[in-house]
Every structure is written in structure tokens, then in C-alpha cells.
T-cell receptor, first 112, second 113 residues
Framework: QQQVKQSPQSLIVQKGGIPIINCAYENTAFDYFPWYQQFPGKGPALLIAIRPDVSEKKEGRFTISFNKSAKQFSLHIMDSQPGDSATYFCAAYPGTASKLTFGTGTRLQVTL | NAGVTQTPKFQVLKTGQSMTLQCAQDMNHNSMYWYRQDPGMGLRLIYYSASEGTTDKGEVPNGYNVSRLNKREFSLRLESAAPSQTSVYFC????????????FGPGTRLTVL
């Protein structure tokens, strides 16, 4: 089973801080990297996604940075707000005839 | 437009009992998925269906069966529930298999005693 390793498991930042969540993968054939956001009691929802032909993608306050040579990608949340408190999952798709693999999740708490 | 709906929201079973989790989507998506979510384990794929009439095993299929009843509905059956199947179960759908945005339902919290 292809692996996606996510860290940290939990993260507490103050309002306005920039939490960073990191993911690493093993298979160089991975070619699609989405991030999902999950609020308590809800199903996950797509937040932002990147393909390996770009090194960075921004959507509002959320940025994915992608380092193909290091096989790592990370999520940055600029000017974090208490409403960003949620669990974040990275994922990677290793190509045809395989399946989307999720990381183990990071529980983020943004305090006032 | 309800998106992905799941029933029931909560269920308690005794070991050995059977039950079916229901899932339906109204987005005309081709692909549907069943995941389980456990603390520290993330989301693990149980079964998926690329299109109506097809199903395939995911990462953790043992103890489960699925039926893609039609394009809208994808059910997950536990024939003989075990305490290890205590989890939160999510159904999801997408247009293309795996690489499109997956839309998740609200989940079913299952406890097996």
C-alpha cells in the first residue's frame, strides 16, 4: 500500500499565526495532491489541490507548496482564524490503476 | 440539491449482527466510495465503484460487501459485525475515479458491542 506520511498529528496556533502541515510520499508516480478539511461531525471537503507541474498554489489564505525532489508537500494557512479549526488531511494519487491515499490527519486548533 | 446523503447517522450493533449502510448522491457522479475513519488512521478506503455495475476492493475490504444498486446508490453491508468495525463510515462520490474532487456525506457513526 502506497504511503503518505502526515505531520504533525495536532497543532495549536494563535489567531493570525501561520500553521504549516507537512506530508511526504514515497512513490514518484504520484501526480495529484489534494487537501481536505473536516469540521467536527461533518464529512471531509476538498480545500485545495495541486499537480506536480507547479511548485505552489494559492487559494485565498491557503497555500500548497510542493517539492518534487524531496517528495514533500505542505499546507500553509495565512492569517489563521478560529474558524479554521478543523482536521486537515493530505492525500496523493499514484496514477492509473491505483487509489487515492490519505494521510492520517492533523487536528488544528486556532486560539484567540 | 442534497449532495451525498447517508443513513443512518448513528447505529449500535451487537457482535454478529448484520446491517446495511445506505448512501445516495444526486450529482450524477459516476464513481462512489466507502471509507472508514478511525483515530490516528485517517481515511481508509473500503470499497469503491468506478461506475454503475462495477465494484472493487480498497485498502480494508475484509468483513464488508457492497452493492452499486444504480448510478445514485451505493450500499455497504456488514454481514457479521465485529468490535473492530466500530468506526465512522463515510460515503463519497466523484465524477471521475480518484482524481476528481470527492464529495463526502455526513457519515455514519457505528458502534459494535
Amino acid at each position: 500500500q502506497q504511503q503518505v506520511k502526515q505531520s504533525p498529528q495536532s497543532l495549536i496556533v494563535q489567531k493570525g499565526g501561520i500553521p504549516i502541515i507537512n506530508c511526504a510520499y514515497e512513490n514518484t508516480a504520484f501526480d495529484y495532491f489534494p487537501w481536505y478539511q473536516q469540521f467536527p461531525g461533518k464529512g471531509p471537503a476538498l480545500l485545495i489541490a495541486i499537480r506536480p507541474d507547479v511548485s505552489e498554489k494559492k487559494e485565498g489564505r491557503f497555500t500548497i507548496s510542493f517539492n518534487k525532489s524531496a517528495k514533500q508537500f505542505s499546507l500553509h494557512i495565512m492569517d489563521s482564524q478560529p474558524g479554521d479549526s478543523a482536521t486537515y488531511f493530505c492525500a496523493a494519487y499514484p496514477g492509473t490503476a491505483s487509489k487515492l491515499t490519505f494521510g492520517t490527519g492533523t487536528r488544528l486548533q486556532v486560539t484567540l | 440539491n442534497a449532495g451525498v446523503t447517508q443513513t443512518p447517522k448513528f447505529q449500535v450493533l451487537k457482535t454478529g449482527q448484520s446491517m446495511t449502510l445506505q448512501c445516495a448522491q444526486d450529482m450524477n457522479h459516476n464513481s462512489m466510495y466507502w471509507y472508514r475513519q478511525d483515530p490516528g488512521m485517517g481515511l481508509r478506503l473500503i470499497y469503491y465503484s468506478a461506475s454503475e455495475g462495477t465494484t472493487d476492493k480498497g485498502e480494508v475490504p475484509n468483513g464488508y460487501n457492497v452493492s452499486r444498486l444504480n448510478k445514485r446508490e451505493f450500499s455497504l453491508r456488514l454481514e457479521s459485525a465485529a468490535p473492530s468495525q466500530t468506526s465512522v463510515y463515510f460515503c463519497a462520490s466523484s465524477d471521475r475515479l480518484h482524481t476528481d474532487t470527492q464529495y463526502f456525506g455526513p457519515g455514519t457513526r457505528l458502534t459494535v458491542l
